[in-house]
């Protein structure tokens, strides 16, 4: 049994039922259990919408009434909720599903979000027709579905989230993922490295709103200037083809996380979402059609971000490297070249102007410049200015770790004046600059690293944890420039 | 001008040498200095020294004389030093070089150690010159040198060290590295991942003692189970493929990252050891005919003494991956795919087991195990029992964030009950169990994924910081058995 929507169902509009599901007036929780412990089924909702504190009427639901410990009302059902519902999720049990939708065609509720799992992606054919008994009610009344199996929607402006503790900034980038929890990484993540998010959807099964119908909104989402996903199958290739051409043609980045690529994840894919994720060679084709930036892996997507946010003005892919260590040098240059970054010799007149105070032993000026001692004093300025007017440079990579480099007590120190520095020089100079913050080993280093990227990210300055993340991530973001 | 040792010069056993360098009974550190702002010349080693307590005499030099604020004498020059002087450390600058090889010529050093930097690898052929001569006057004496241009030597048992911050708890690890700061890179990263060193050697310039010297000294050191070595050029190729293939052989492993592969790493690794690095076609047949593990990063070479000290039954690459989260689960299993670990679905008898206390919404039990349940009751012991008793599994690699899932209450407590679950279960296990503990967010997940880790270590799990990881350092240690 195959569903195949009506046109008036069709009609209902999606862009608008996703304008109210982004931010909705009302919304209602459906399955909120008064327990504390565990998920507490649809607290999780309630606790992001309520962190986010923009929705102005939130209900929740429970078969069996009460209240939650706060004294927050649980309504028995739909129909005794004082006040229009826009917007419902359901965290009921799939068993419970039909009397839910017949209760929100009754309340006239414009669009549904079904946390709710357990229906075709089990594999079982009983649970897959009651799936397409849903849509074909849901249909009929006019009413668009977001998921089943998902996590739904996160808008930082809108005031809907399942997430409790992601950032509560309103900022530009959107994203779209087939799977909640992969979409609550690159916000947690997101978090981390001071991205901030506009309008996030997990669309787990898509089986009425797909990825198209995603990627339309945050296409033309005024909010939106960057697009991140994570897919594992195409719903609607067509228009989703479509939308990502009209991107590329307006500049618009959209960078996409495949799953399932390989034959391994595909099996899995399967038992994921139900997705026939397809081969690596058919998607590097779709990728070159439609113009989007490949990503392998979360780390990616958000470098990616950290790039197009921080970076925009990188213009060619020739470096220069800078940071303590020969060995440390010599392998970021490998890591650079394997990545297609060159790292070509400083021109004789930089070499000459930082051969004027860099100790003559053991320390390379030619690129990468071994520059540990840089840190010191007013030294900085001087050999990232020689090296931002050399002509053969286009950007600047400064790769430091936090734990370590000189006895303890002077770590903390150095990492504080370098923040304070990079920040007072980076906009003084003639090419970008990014920064590699290694990853940490210590307590201390992690608590300094990220304190040292957060103020790099507050005076704008992209920030990356290897350099063979910052290498690639440049690679992808200039070829997705060239294409 | 080229330095060719003399006969009787060569046979001033080399190896009789490194056993005095790595265990002195007496050891002289000339150019220490009495500032206690910066490095401080020489006070570097005299901290690496008196951290690990184990050279019975240890002697300071500065020509000034005086001393240092805790008392430690200055003697102005070796004569007056009031003892016999085994191993000499010279971190004086280049120009001061000749009158303190004379100084410990007259004294009757055995082994001398130059930290001391700027000849050859300067390019400039004056200080190539001197080079030359040091290495001359030494090899008429029969005085073995170490570098120079490198930190020297780390030796958790013969209590010579750089390092004030690596681990002083002996292990069975050995390192010889061309870049001293990679090799302070490796012991501080093993110290975070509970991997304790031998003997460690950072050689630099290597114009005495070299590459196959060092490496002859760990394959027969009988506290050295596992070399790693980071190297850029090779000085005496046919004397280190001997000792690569000898070892080999003796299945004692040898783990190769090789800085320079790149033409862009090849001209860095000139500047800075002045060595000729090669290609890496060259390298890969050395590679294959030395019968060593190659490695791509420090992560990698750590990694792999993680995998031969924890993992060493693994028998075959079909792994059961297992953690939370559907997408999640895909990314893993492309991961293993491309990096060729298969993820084979389970057996019928093994998803039986699974499916009896799995919730059927959204959980694959198929393979990746979607698992985020199992770490709640006692759930985890049968499904872990169930995966390693399947026949088409070779090991298992359990996935988990440090930071995320469910109310942050919540978070502290699952790592805690996980750690303990998995140190019960995996000694009764029929399979080898790998643990990936994904990279934080916050200082707390930091921690808390920090502590999970050492709690596991102390049970001799394996641990990884990626999935990528994991899946790279077993294949290459197949690799390495089925050579």
Same mark, same amino acid.
């Given at each position: ?260 690529? $390989?034959? +391994? ?5 399967? %038992?994921?979402? @139900?997705? =026939? /994720? ?6 590097? *084709? ?113 790769? $430091?770790? +936090? ?5 303890? %007590?002077?770590? @903390?120190? =150095? /990492? ?6 990079? *920040? ?60």
């Amino acid at each position: 049994m195959t569903f195949v929507p009506s046109e008036s169902g069709r009609q209902a509009n999606a862009q608008i039922a996703l304008r109210t599901a982004f931010a909705p007036q009302s919304i209602a929780i459906a399955g909120v259990s008064p327990r504390t412990t565990g998920w507490g089924g649809g607290q999780m909702f309630l606790r992001g919408i309520r962190n986010l504190d923009r929705v102005p009427n939130v209900y929740c639901l429970n078969p069996r009434g009460g209240e939650l410990s706060d004294g927050t009302p649980l309504y028995q059902s739909l129909a005794d909720v004082p006040g229009p519902v826009e917007s419902l999720i359901s965290a009921v049990p799939a068993s419970a599903i039909l009397g839910l939708v017949d209760d929100a065609i009754a309340k006239g509720v414009k669009v549904m979000h079904l946390f709710t799992a357990g229906f075709g992606e089990t594999g079982s054919s009983e649970r897959a027709d009651l799936e397409v008994e849903v849509l074909r009610k849901l249909d009929e009344a006019g009413i668009r579905l977001i998921g089943p199996n998902c996590m739904g929607l996160h808008s930082t402006r809108g005031g809907v989230s399942w997430m409790d503790d992601g950032s509560t900034t309103p900022g530009h980038v959107g994203m779209l993922s087939q799977s909640g929890m992969n979409a609550s990484e690159v916000v947690g993540e997101g978090k981390r490295r001071d991205i901030n998010f506009s309008n996030v959807a997990s669309f787990g099964n898509a089986s009425d709103l797909n990825e198209a119908d995603f990627l339309e909104f945050l296409a033309h989402d005024p909010d939106t200037n960057i697009v991140l996903a994570y897919l594992e199958g195409i719903r609607n290739g067509r228009d989703f083809l479509r939308v990502a051409r009209d991107m590329s043609r307006a500049r618009k980045p959209l960078v996409v996380l495949k799953g399932g690529l $390989t034959e +391994a994840g595909s099996r899995a894919a399967s %038992s994921h979402t @139900g997705s =026939l /994720a397809g081969s690596a060679q058919i998607w590097n *084709a779709v990728q070159r059609q439609a113009g989007f930036i490949p990503a392998n892996s979360i780390e990616e997507l958000l470098d990616l971000a950290v790039t197009i946010e921080r970076m925009p003005q990188v213009s060619g892919p020739r470096c220069a490297v800078l940071g303590g260590g020969g060995g440390v040098s010599v392998l970021a240059a490998d890591i650079c070249d394997r990545n297609d970054i060159p790292v070509p010799w400083f021109a004789d007149q930089t070499q000459k102007v930082l051969r004027e105070f860099t100790p003559v032993a053991g320390t390379s000026i030619r690129n990468p410049l071994d520059a540990g001692f840089m840190f010191e004093g007013d030294k900085m300025e001087t050999a990232l200015t020689a090296v931002a007017d050399d002509p053969g440079i286009d950007w600047l990579m400064v790769h $430091t770790g +936090a734990d370590g480099g000189g006895p303890a %007590s002077r770590r @903390g120190n =150095l /990492a504080e004046q370098m923040a304070n520095g990079l *920040a007072a020089i980076a906009p003084r100079l003639s090419k970008p600059l990014a920064v590699v913050i290694r990853q940490p080993r210590t307590n201390a280093g992690f608590e300094r690293g990220l304190d040292l990227q957060h103020r790099l990210n507050d005076h704008g300055i992209a920030c990356y944890q290897s350099i063979e993340s910052c290498a690639r991530a440049i690679r992808r973001y200039l070829d997705w420039q060239n294409r």
